[in-house]
Every structure is written in C-alpha cells, then in structure tokens.
C-alpha cells in the first residue's frame, strides 16, 4: 500500500486539520477503542519555542482527535538537554501538558524514570545495547511522534525520524551514542514501530538548530503513515535534498528503502505549502559540538574525560549557555563511562 499523507493549513486551528488528517491514513483501521497510544512531542527546551519544540496547543488538539478512536493515551519524553540535563517533568508543567493530562484523564510520563528494557543490534563490527521504555516496546499499540520541521546543526534537519532519540531514557548515554546515530536512530524507530507522524508546521527553525535559530512561520499541518517518506517531503517543503541528511541516506541506502514521492499518496499538492530556503549555518563553536557528534574520541574529551568541565567553563567564556543550567542533584546522571 501506498504510504498516505495529509498537508493543510492551520488556519482554522490544528483540531480540524488533526482530524482529517488522522482519517486520510484510516487511522480507524489500526486503532481501537481500549488500544494505547503514546504521543511523542518535541520538549527540547525548559520553555516552549516557536519552531524549537512543538505547540501545546498542537498536542492538545491531537489529545482531542485522538479520544475520538481511544481513551487510553500517553504523552511522554525524557529529560532532555545533554550534558546539562534538565528535567523533562518540570517542561511538562511549564508548556501546560500536566495540565492537559489532569484535564483529559491521560496519563503523562517521564522516560527516563520508568521500566526499561534493551535492543540489540551489531553495528560496524560491535555489539549494542541501548535500554529504551518498556512502556513503548510492550505496553504501547500506537506511536505517534509531533516533531517540528527545523535546521539541526549535527543531522542537517530533526523532524519525525529524529525526533525518537528523545526516547532513549538518559541524556549522557545519548551523547555517548552520538557517532552512531544513523544506525542507533534507525534501530530505535524500528523498535518503537513508529507509526504515525504529526508534524507542527506552524513554526520552522531555520540557520542553526536544534535550540537556536531563527523562527519561521509556515502555517502547514502534515499528518503521515510513514515517516521516512514524510521526511522526505518535509525536506521538499524547506527546499532541502534530502540525500544531505546522513540519516534518511544511511537508512535508504543499508535498511530500507525511502519511498519516491509520485508513490505517496497526497490530499494536496505538496509544493503548494513550500516555504523559503532553509539553510544551516555555523558559528564556531556549533563545529564544536559537531566534532563531539562524529567522534567517540572527542565525544568522551568533551562530556567524559577529566577535562570536560574545565572544557564547557571556556567555552561558556565564548558563548552564552542555551539555558539555565541549575539542575537539582537527584536528576543528575550518574551513568558510568
């Protein structure tokens, strides 16, 4: 079967573009009522964004759509921010998804302090391990990711295929993992079954992702059935070829094969909604944290080594730190190298 995929504007609000969008990929023929479905958003900061994290009121708009197939759903993330790590809990109740969950009867939940249980795979000669949720390896019937389509300084872009590794529970251990992305993101979404994306277009980010940048408003509301073709498309919406970005290549080229857009079936043309060029550009130190994503040597000097504090305070002389890095010591990692 062809993969689906439904493109509106958001003009009316996201509800009724969420709705139609849901049963243009006949989400009634793979949901029931009593099914779960966990909802993956994209908390990549203590406060919410424009074009850095998905809008709440998004999220709310999908709660909605989907009590319409199911009761049982569940909206999570880990805690986030690398190796300043913050708690995922805290940006819940700041966005208002606490809220949500208390006001719809859903259960909200911190990844990173939940059951676990590992995958397996081999890669370039070595054995991994990578603990993911139990939660959504066995207790979950449909997931549906809600990234935002933006510039991301080390994978080119993050939209619904990236947007999975905020589902591996610990924040160091996804830094130590960072020269293996292309496979380990790949295994983890397989894992998961990633199944539906919902991708929030109102805002895009644009020159330097995934937490600075520039805003950039689209208007558009992208639902799919398959999310490597949607983020082939949505690398056609930001005027990107999608063969620059290393993980969508790397899954065409040894695992799967991402489907040529003339076999996806639209409501809509897609170009119609194509917004102006997005580019990456970066300062200095972005190249940084670029050479810590591509190699094991310079990921443990940076975020493992003796020297890695000594190595953030000079670089906070240069640049202004993301966030504020005050985190209680309890939810401090304390994974061993």
Known sequence: MKPRMFLDSIG?????VIREGLMHVDLGARLKQGDTVFIKPNLTFPVFRKGVMTNPECVEALIIALKDYT???????????GYNRFDIDGVMEKTGIKAMGRKYGIRTVNLSHVPRDP????????????PLPALLLHETDLFVTVPVPKIHMNTQVSVAVKNQWGCIPEPALRLRLHP????????????LRTSIAVVDGQFGLNRCGPMLGDPVELGWLMVSDDIYANDRAVC??????????EHLRYADRYERKIPNLDNVAFNADLMRFAGPQFYLKKSWTDRLSTAAFR???????AYRSPLSRVLHQL???????FYNYEVPSETKDTTEP
């Not at 009316?12 to 009724?16: E, S, V």
């Not at 670089?315 to 730190?321: A, E, K």
């Open 12 to 16: 009316a609000g996201y509800l009724p």
């Open 315 to 321: 670089l906070y002389l240069m640049r202004n730190p």
């Open 295 to 301: 190699s094991e040597f310079v990921s443990y000097l």
């Open 236 to 245: 056609s919406l930001m005027r990107l070829d999608w063969r620059r970005v």
């Open 71 to 81: 009761d049982r759903i569940v909206i999570g993330e880990a805690d986030s921010g």
């Open 119 to 130: 995958i397996h795979f081999s890669y370039r000669g070595r054995n991994f391990e990578i």
């Open 180 to 191: 293996f992305f292309n496979k380990v993101i790949y295994e983890v979404n397989k894992a």
